[in-house]
């Protein structure tokens, strides 16, 4: 039976997918010390998560055949999926329940609300949603309790709020917050923060050999612009084309640039509250909560994009999915060099992520 189970539970856009590409990397290392990342690759605990949570893009089996290989383990058995992060108290209680009688520990990373805004925003744009980005701000600053931006936003981000929720169900001596480090950390900041807090050893660690690319401002107007007219596309007709393109086309424009945001008055008072809420929940934080405070992201507001530029990223996607094919819609490590005309194609099974 495992001596304990960790759960990474998010929060999205909070370098999730740089570790789960690094743990993924390192399975037989993290073996070596004891550790089960369950496999081969990261998409089977996605796969097992969407099935726990009734998504699609999985099969029926998929949560218990992970669940199992997680129990039977001798040791550590460590699974990273942000979508747990939504769960309520109810679900909480249930996937404790489902990991009994192994100890349940949690890992929640947490990155400050400023950058969070326009990176959540661009991920909505990579997943059917048509909020403009003046809608999604307002939304934030205003929605929270109902459907829309405001809830998209908070219910991914709101760490102070999702780190008292799991606190309160598997108790706060078993929860620890990672603080993503600020820009300009060594590279492996992060990964020191969160191997330190799921009791992983130091050793020569294998950067990961994927990430998650963020939409540059043109690219995201873009994206929106097509979600508008995909209205009748199914789930999984979506996943291979549009966010396929999202992902590895627009994503890898080196011309994209960033989205820029100022920080209003309202979210430095809102991130405030947040870490009030972590200091007096007494949870364990590896980081420092200074890195909490909202930063401006520097770059291009997408209010104030010329229609040409997305115009222009429009016609290099073209101009790409026209000479690669299939190709155009993998990451750039997977690609066969060859060129044509050919299908659509799914980077891999379980390579993409539905929207919770």
Known sequence: MAERVVLHVGLMKSGTTYLQGLLER??????????????????????AVNDLLGLTHCEPGDWARTRDALLAHPGTSLLSMEFLANLGAPGIRGLVAELAPAPVEVVITARDLGRGVPALWQESCKNRRTWTWEEYVEGVRTGEDRPGPGRHFWRRAAYGRIARRWATEVGADRVTVVVVPPP?????????????????????????????????????????????????????QYRQRFKALAKHTLGEQDEAGRIGFTVPPWLHARSREEVGTLEAAGIRVVGDLADLAPLDTPGTDPTEVPVGDVLAAGVRALDTLLREGDDAVRPAAERSGTEGVHRWAPRRPGGDRPRP
Do not use: C, I, K, Y
């Open 184 to 236: 300009g950390a060594g590279p492996t900041a992060l990964w020191d923060r969160f191997r330190e807090a799921s009791g992983l050893p130091a050793d020569d660690w294998l950067p990961p050999a994927r990430a998650n690319e963020s939409l540059g401002p043109a690219q995201a107007l873009l994206m929106r612009r097509l979600n508008e007219g995909a209205g009748d596309l199914g789930g999984e």
């Open 26 to 47: 390192n399975q037989e290392r993290l073996l070596g010390h004891g550790v089960l990342f369950p496999g081969p690759t990261w998409d089977v605990q996605a796969r």
